[in-house]
């Protein structure tokens, strides 16, 4: 994958001149998937390559907290150039506008938006799922909320696009889409989107991209927690953010 591309963000010493080499972005979290997923898909689709800290001890997490690094004492954080980012929407935004992931005119870029959070809306049952007591439960109220209204939408907006969220191509918010498809298959079984063409390209479509599919298959790609690894990252979650 080459390094990111584009505008260097610069936050440098004054006086620095001339253009510098593209820093690789840093992306801290836990070891695991969550809120930290969609930024690595859409670095993934963007071919950008990205370094990782994923904090295990609830010591690392303080000291970032307590050391002023984190501006709402809260993860995921993402490093680039001298600029600290958090907000998992921000991060995602900012890297796909550096990536050209954020559609051709204010127009495109605003539906992009408007797509991201219906996305946001739709993924909170996936978010949720590995803290939820009761796991049949809640999947089969997810699946009924999705197939009954959110998926059906977006379907819509894919096939009014003709295939993408905007006209003009690939944006963000098509990543964020097949982001959560990928998720909900895993937690609802392949047979999600037998109803639902547009939306089952589009995840074929991001799926074969080549960052994506090489994050996909490397050994840090942290797939969606259901089962065991759910209880293992909730645990994990709860060691760093609480110690306990
Ligand atoms: N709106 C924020 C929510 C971030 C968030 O809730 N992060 C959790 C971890 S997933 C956290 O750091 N919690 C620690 C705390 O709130 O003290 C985002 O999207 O990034």
Not at 86 to 101: D, E, H, K, N
Not at 128 to 149: E, I, M, N, V
Request: glycine share 14%.
């Amino acid at each position: 994958m080459p390094i990111w591309g584009g505008t260097n963000h610069q936050h440098g010493p004054a006086g620095h001149a001339g253009p510098t080499a593209p820093t690789r972005p840093r992306l801290t979290y836990f070891a695991g998937w969550g809120l930290a997923e969609q930024a690595r898909w859409v670095m993934a689709a963007c071919g950008v390559e990205w370094d990782q800290t994923s904090l295990s001890r609830h010591e690392e997490f303080v000291a970032l907290r307590d050391g002023g690094v984190l501006t709402f004492g809260q993860l995921p954080l993402l490093e680039v150039d001298g600029l600290r980012l958090v907000q998992s929407q921000a991060i995602v935004r900012y890297v796909a506008r550096r990536g050209g992931l954020v559609g051709v005119d204010d127009a495109e870029g605003a539906t992009i938006d408007m797509v991201a959070e219906a996305v946001r809306d739709a993924r909170s049952g996936l978010s949720s799922y590995p803290f939820s007591d009761d796991g049949p439960t809640h999947a089969s109220q997810c699946r009924a909320r999705l197939l009954g209204k959110q998926l059906p939408y977006l379907e819509a907006v894919l096939r009014r696009g003709g295939g993408s969220v905007v006209p003009s191509g690939l944006s963000y918010a098509d990543v964020l889409i097949a982001e959560m498809l990928d998720g909900y298959v895993g937690m609802l079984g392949p047979g999600l989107l037998d109803d639902l063409p547009w939306l089952k390209a589009l995840r074929d479509r991001v799926l074969a991209l080549e960052g994506v599919a090489s994050y996909l298959s490397s050994t840090r790609r942290h797939p969606f927690p259901g089962g065991d690894v759910g209880r293992a990252y909730v645990a994990n979650v709860n060691a760093v953010l609480h110690g306990k």
